[in-house]
């Protein structure tokens, strides 16, 4: 028996909430960040199960330039949350209130 | 056989999906993640995507999950005491309801538009070589964009990461 799409779709969906909910209720950044993860992976599950049922290779491709994109986000990111722990000691995102109006 | 395979790889990344926002430690979060991303490549097999399995193991599970365990090994954080923003609980009734009007939405749309049967798959699906072919043939040009974006990652990390600059 094959899996149908909506399965693949739910799933997708489901971590793509979770993903939401973390970056909503954390303060530790770097488990915003880790959330923000989560996201990208579901959105990637979403392109490889249309990709599979459509026949179409184009799924498959934009997965790699998300994941670049992934890749360059969190690089940068990190650095961010480097240079932000050497200045403040902390990476609390309720401590980091300074261009807050 | 195939529905078993991906009913048990969706259990285990939706279990530990939820895991990785409810760890009081950045570590714990880290790993979990890394098992989400596991479970997604197992799902990757049975889509017949061969080679964006591959890609998500050495990738995701093992480069960027490296870089999240060396960052957080090096910012050495203590256990979290206050896991959630805002005790109060308001911020996180307001993100449950509007995660769960959101879940509802996409399980509505899905429900519209997740009925479509499998096509027939055309020989060298989701091969490297296939996949290869694409991306130095149609997709050349976002390809190298890709390579200009990783250079500027790769730039901006090393200044920012880099620290006292100005002096």
Redesign the interface.
């Known amino acids: 028996m094959h899996v149908p799409l909506w399965a693949y779709l739910g799933l997708s969906a489901f971590l793509f909430v979770v993903g939401v909910i973390g970056v909503a209720t954390r303060r530790n950044a770097l488990i915003i960040f880790m959330s923000i993860e989560l996201m990208l992976n579901a959105v990637n599950l979403s392109f490889v199960a249309f990709s599979r049922f459509h026949n179409s290779m184009e799924g498959q491709i934009f997965v790699f330039f998300v994941m670049a994109v992934a890749t360059a986000e969190v690089a940068v990111g990190l650095a961010i949350i480097l240079a932000i722990h050497r200045n403040r000691e902390t990476v609390d995102v309720a401590e980091l209130n300074l261009l807050k109006w | 056989m195939?529905?078993v395979i991906?009913a048990g790889m969706?259990v285990v990344?939706?279990a530990s999906?939820?895991l990785?926002?409810a760890?009081r430690h950045?570590v714990y979060?880290?790993l979990f993640?890394i098992i989400?991303?596991g479970a997604?490549a197992g799902?990757?097999v049975?889509?017949?995507?061969h080679?964006?399995w591959a890609?998500?193991i050495l990738?995701?599970a093992g480069?960027?999950m490296v870089?999240?365990v060396f960052?957080?090994m090096?910012?050495n954080?203590p256990r979290?005491e206050?896991?959630?923003?805002?005790f109060d609980a308001r911020?996180?009734r307001?993100?449950?309801i509007?995660?769960?009007g959101?879940?509802g939405e996409?399980?509505l749309m899905?429900?519209h538009g997740?009925?479509?049967?499998?096509?027939?798959?055309?020989p060298g699906?989701?091969t490297t070589e296939?996949?290869g072919r694409?991306?130095f043939t149609q997709?050349l040009f976002?390809f190298e964009v890709?390579s200009i974006?990783?250079l500027?990652?790769?730039v901006?990390?090393?200044?920012?990461?880099k620290?006292h600059y100005g002096k």
Request: proline content about 1%; overall charge negative.
């Open positions: 195939e529905i991906f969706a990344a939706a999906g939820v990785v926002i760890q950045a979060s880290a993640l989400t991303m997604l799902i990757y049975t889509l017949a995507a080679f964006v890609v998500q990738v995701y480069a960027i870089l999240f960052v957080i090096l910012l954080l979290e206050v896991r959630w923003a805002a911020r996180i307001v993100a449950a509007l995660g769960a959101l879940l996409l399980i899905l429900i997740g009925a479509h049967g499998a096509a027939e798959l055309s699906f989701g296939v996949v694409l991306l997709y976002p890709t974006i990783l500027v990652a790769i901006g990390a090393m200044v920012l990461a620290g």
